[in-house]
């Protein structure tokens, strides 16, 4: 079950910054989930820098609270990442992969979540 994907469709409740946001995730059955999601391949600066505050308001150009996306789970929803999100890719309601439009954009730095975190 290594590769094992979860694609489920949520709801945006809030963009957090750049790589980090709440949804309201549909799982079947009349089962749904809130939770953080981090965005898998990408880091953005920390809200506390002018890179970071730029990073939140581009996303929110992508992605309103109320949105529809395709939330990808990395691992089982519900497993979570160190800082408690689910690691996870984001697919927007046109198609568009939201870490790879932010990279394309400048607002983000490609990374695989080892080492010491990128910056833009």
């Known amino acids: 079950m290594a590769n094992v994907r979860w694609t489920v469709p949520a709801v945006v409740l809030d963009v957090h910054d750049g790589d980090t946001m709440r949804v309201r995730a549909d799982l079947g059955w009349w089962v749904q989930i809130e ?3 981090r965005i898998d391949g990408i880091n953005a600066d920390e809200l506390s820098t002018a890179k970071g505050k730029a990073a939140r308001a581009f996303a929110l150009t992508l992605v309103q609270p109320g949105d529809s996306v395709t939330l990808v789970s990395k691992k ?13 890719d984001i697919a927007l309601a046109d198609g568009r992969d939201y870490a790879q439009t932010m990279l394309a954009a400048g ?3 490609a990374w695989d979540g080892s080492g010491k975190k990128p910056t833009t």
């Open 76 to 88: 089982l929803l519900g497993s979570l990442e160190k800082y408690g999100r689910v690691l996870a």
């Open 107 to 109: 607002q983000a730095a």
């Open 35 to 37: 939770t953080l999601v």
